[in-house]
């Protein structure tokens, strides 16, 4: 006899069998037991997680002869026939390929004839939003009127795609994804029956893999029985088979890109596509790593949603201290980004390597999230003593006593000027010349400073008004300070003294506009629309 697939071989014969859907499986049997089995019903949910298993347990509990508790016998003629795909009542079409007017028009025929060999003549589209319009609209009425001995189960990936007319007629039943848990306890069973050994941790990698559809787990679990036949199914060997990266490759990654390591991204990238790793599937399993390091970063319990090992939990734990929600929440965005282009272009690799470039180097980006990593950045320098390097310089000491006497070269190094303190004329060129000071800033500082406007208080000190927190609380950053002080610096030549003003949420301020303040020192005539001259003076 040939092969069977794990996935057919163990189908579910009984509605206890039947993994992660116990909210439709307890309704169905109670229908069953109670004599109130619909006449529609539609099964939505994604792919392997039962809809077809349990269309066709309904269709043999409706028809048995001998149902125990809801479930059918198994042992009837009418169940073996409906096993066997031999049963003449029990109809599956796929309307991925039968999705015409003619082919409904077919079973409607069909539906005015009763079953001869069973109780209840059962129909069993699967895929059903690939109807056609024109075919939805045929089997309106007979879904809606269909005679008492037959019953229409609908199942579909894409509830969106049906009509509602449809959707009304029909009693709706959403499938679940099934939980990690539930997948690998069921493999564990499965292969305890196969005799096939396999260590825990694989199974559970399998389970994850399989994203909550149970055929793709035992189709992955075939598929790596098979190429190691005959051997005990490690955590090691799953990963070969299914072309997956340990967590360790992307923690090494991770550690990388926030220590701004390029050549080591790029090489662990390589270490990866050599050993045959899926580029796609080495970003998508990236982010997901990156979500959990947010997670454990943004949550005080995230190890109840987070399934991972001992070995694993210190790891995240320490990697979310090498970085910050919004350099994380960043690198996520860059990354799905990533994913959504990386499916449509033939240099896969080239774009993963670009993107990695990308992420340790945010000054080739201008957008806020970019320029709150390169503070970060800056900070975490600052805080290791990296700063901005002393540079020596030779001096000549000339001696005047003895004419004869050559210069004598020393090496002393160059401190910093002490700049006086600006005047309120100082103040007011700064505000007044503010656009001319911005427009000569470099890229970090100039973006901060967009949102920003200048204002004199009565002290005669510089006011610097924010119109949102989040900018404000940027420019109070150690890096933020100093970048604006020195800009101040190199502009006006006087160490300017100034304070942060946030405008409140409505919007309200009570500082003066930078226009008015900058024509307060300003003598020039105004010509208006209506030809009429203000002088200001």
Same mark, same amino acid.
Request: charged fraction near 25%; aromatic fraction near 6%; charge should be negative.
């Given at each position: 006899?040939?092969?069977? *697939?794990?996935?057919?071989?163990?189908?579910?014969?009984?509605?206890?069998?039947?993994?992660?859907?116990?909210?439709?499986?307890?309704?169905?049997?109670?229908?069953?037991?109670?004599? /109130?089995?619909?006449?529609?019903?539609?099964?939505?949910?994604?792919?392997? &997680?039962?809809?077809?298993?349990?269309?066709?347990?309904?269709?043999?509990?409706?028809?048995?002869?001998?149902?125990?508790?809801?479930? $059918?016998?198994?042992?009837?003629?009418?169940?073996?026939?409906?096993?066997?795909?031999?049963?003449?009542?029990?109809?599956?079409?796929?309307?991925?390929?039968? #999705?015409?007017?003619?082919?409904?028009?077919?079973?409607?025929?069909?539906?005015?004839? $009763?079953?001869?060999?069973?109780?209840?003549?059962?129909?069993?589209?699967?895929?059903?939003?690939?109807?056609?319009?024109?075919?939805?609209?045929?089997?309106?009425?007979?879904?809606?009127?269909?005679?008492?001995?037959?019953?229409?189960?609908?199942?579909? =990936?894409? $509830?969106?795609?049906?009509?509602? =007319?449809? @959707?009304?007629?029909?009693?709706?039943?959403?499938?679940?994804?099934?939980?990690?848990?539930?997948?690998?306890?069921?493999?564990?069973?499965?292969?305890?029956?196969?005799?096939?050994?396999?260590?825990?941790?694989?199974?559970?990698?399998?389970?994850?893999?399989?994203?909550?559809?149970?055929?793709?787990? @035992?189709?992955?679990?075939?598929?790596?029985?098979?190429?190691?036949?005959?051997?005990?199914?490690?955590? +090691?060997?799953?990963?070969?088979?299914?072309?997956?990266?340990?967590?360790?490759?992307?923690?090494?990654?991770?550690?990388?890109? =926030?220590?701004?390591?390029?050549?080591?991204?790029?090489?662990?990238?390589?270490? *990866?596509?050599?050993?045959?790793?899926?580029?796609?599937?080495?970003?998508?399993?990236?982010?997901?790593?990156?979500?959990?390091?947010?997670?454990?970063?943004?949550?005080?319990?995230?190890?109840?949603?987070?399934?991972?090992?001992?070995?694993?939990?210190?790891? @995240?734990?320490?990697?979310?201290?090498? &970085?910050?929600?919004?350099?994380?929440?960043?690198?996520?965005?860059?990354?799905?980004?990533?994913?959504?282009?990386? /499916?449509?272009?033939? %240099?896969?690799?080239?774009?993963?390597?670009? &993107?990695?470039?990308?992420?340790?180097?945010?000054?080739?980006?201008?957008?806020?999230?970019?320029?709150?990593?390169?503070?970060?950045?800056?900070?975490?320098?600052?805080?290791?003593?990296?700063?901005?390097?002393?540079?020596?310089?030779?001096?000549? #000491?000339?001696?005047? *006593?003895?004419?004869? &006497?050559?210069?004598?070269?020393?090496?002393? =190094?160059?401190?910093?000027?002490?700049?006086?303190?600006?005047?309120?004329?100082?103040?007011?060129?700064? *505000?007044?010349?503010?656009?001319?000071?911005?427009?000569?800033?470099?890229?970090?500082?100039?973006?901060?400073?967009?949102?920003?406007?200048?204002?004199?208080? $009565?002290?005669?000190?510089?006011?610097?008004?924010?119109?949102?927190?989040?900018?404000?609380?940027?420019?109070?950053?150690?890096?933020?300070?100093?970048?604006?002080?020195?800009?101040?610096?190199?502009? %006006?030549?006087?160490?300017?003294?100034?304070?942060?003003?946030? @405008?409140?949420?409505?919007? %309200?301020?009570?500082?003066?506009?930078? #226009?008015?303040?900058?024509?307060?020192?300003?003598?020039?005539?105004?010509?208006?629309?209506? +030809?009429?001259?203000?002088?200001?003076?």
């Amino acid at each position: 006899m040939s092969y069977v *697939a794990l996935y057919r071989k163990f189908r579910p014969d009984n509605f206890a069998d039947v993994k992660g859907q116990d909210h439709i499986v307890t309704t169905l049997k109670n229908q069953i037991i109670s004599g /109130r089995v619909g006449h529609a019903y539609l099964f939505c949910g994604t792919r392997g &997680t039962g809809k077809t298993t349990v269309a066709k347990l309904l269709a043999k509990a409706v028809n048995c002869e001998n149902p125990h508790d809801g479930n $059918p016998c198994g042992e009837c003629p009418s169940c073996k026939a409906i096993a066997a795909g031999a049963s003449m009542s029990v109809v599956e079409i796929d309307a991925a390929s039968n #999705n015409g007017v003619d082919n409904v028009r077919e079973i409607i025929d069909e539906v005015a004839f $009763p079953p001869a060999d069973a109780k209840f003549r059962v129909y069993i589209i699967d895929e059903v939003h690939m109807l056609s319009i024109g075919a939805f609209n045929a089997l309106l009425k007979t879904l809606e009127e269909p005679p008492s001995y037959c019953i229409f189960i609908l199942a579909t =990936t894409d $509830p969106q795609k049906i009509p509602i =007319t449809i @959707l009304s007629r029909c009693q709706r039943y959403d499938f679940r994804r099934i939980t990690t848990d539930t997948i690998a306890d069921r493999l564990e069973e499965l292969t305890s029956v196969e005799n096939v050994e396999v260590e825990p941790r694989a199974l559970r990698y399998i389970a994850k893999a399989a994203d909550g559809s149970m055929r793709d787990a @035992l189709s992955l679990l075939d598929q790596c029985i098979a190429f190691h036949y005959g051997e005990k199914l490690d955590y +090691n060997m799953v990963l070969d088979v299914l072309g997956a990266v340990d967590t360790e490759v992307f923690s090494r990654l991770f550690r990388s890109v =926030t220590a701004q390591d390029v050549l080591g991204c790029i090489t662990i990238l390589d270490e *990866a596509v050599t050993q045959g790793r899926e580029i796609t599937q080495f970003v998508n399993d990236f982010i997901v790593y990156l979500r959990n390091i947010l997670l454990v970063l943004s949550s005080d319990d995230p190890w109840s949603i987070l399934d991972v090992s001992d070995e694993n939990r210190d790891r @995240l734990t320490k990697e979310a201290g090498l &970085t910050n929600m919004d350099a994380l929440i960043r690198y996520i965005r860059v990354f799905s980004e990533l994913a959504n282009d990386i /499916r449509y272009s033939a %240099s896969k690799r080239v774009m993963t390597e670009t &993107t990695l470039v990308k992420l340790c180097k945010p000054e080739m980006q201008t957008d806020n999230a970019a320029l709150l990593d390169r503070i970060r950045v800056l900070e975490q320098k600052l805080e290791k003593g990296i700063g901005p390097a002393v540079i020596p310089v030779t001096t000549m #000491n000339m001696s005047v *006593a003895n004419a004869g &006497t050559q210069p004598v070269a020393s090496s002393d =190094t160059v401190k910093e000027p002490v700049l006086p303190k600006a005047l309120p004329e100082d103040i007011k060129a700064v *505000a007044s010349g503010w656009s001319r000071m911005v427009m000569g800033a470099d890229g970090p500082i100039k973006s901060l400073l967009k949102n920003v406007y200048p204002s004199i208080t $009565p002290d005669d000190r510089l006011k610097i008004v924010v119109h949102d927190k989040l900018t404000g609380d940027r420019l109070m950053t150690e890096g933020g300070m100093a970048s604006f002080k020195e800009l101040l610096r190199e502009y %006006s030549g006087k160490d300017v003294d100034y304070t942060v003003e946030t @405008l409140p949420a409505d919007g %309200s301020r009570d500082v003066e506009s930078p #226009n008015i303040l900058a024509f307060q020192n300003i003598n020039m005539e105004i010509t208006t629309d209506n +030809n009429e001259e203000d002088d200001y003076v």
